[in-house]
């Protein structure tokens, strides 16, 4: 956990802001599959700052945005956006060891193929009560999609100087 200070709050409460606005208004959805994207701003927190900022991104954003879409709020499906946050902060010495696009794309993949396949499709097969493997299978073309859409807007975005004003890692001439 890097050192939470006004700058790192800020910038949690930014992408907490452009996550809601992502998933919840530009995304597609039906029932048990949802095309967006606005799981970048979940990557990004795990990437910039780690795992339990990460989290807290995915936990908040996942929340909020169920309040304000009135979409109703099941707790198990917030698992999902927690663990995702978790998994790439943890990945996160691996990926900056050698930062490029194939990592971050082994990285996203595994972490989205945990959260989005298995994690997600049981708590929707508890929700609605459908069998957890026929939702698995269902949910593999959108599981393809997210991971490789997020994958490249995640890598364009960590490699602009977004990420240096994000992290305060820029050098004010």
Known sequence: MKKLNIRNISMMGVLIALDIVATRFLGF????IRISF??????L????FGPVEGALVGGIADTLGCLIAGTGFYPPLMISPIVLGILIGLGRPWFLKKPGIARLGI???GSYMITTLFIASWALSMLYGSP?????ASRIPQ???NATVCTVLSYVIYKSAVTRVATGSFQAS
């Open 29 to 32: 959805s039906a029932l048990t």
């Open 132 to 136: 957890y493997l026929a939702l698995v």
């Open 107 to 109: 990285l996203i993949g």
């Open 38 to 43: 606005g799981s970048v701003f979940i990557i």
């Open 45 to 48: 927190a795990g990437l910039w």
């Open 143 to 145: 599981y393809l999609v």
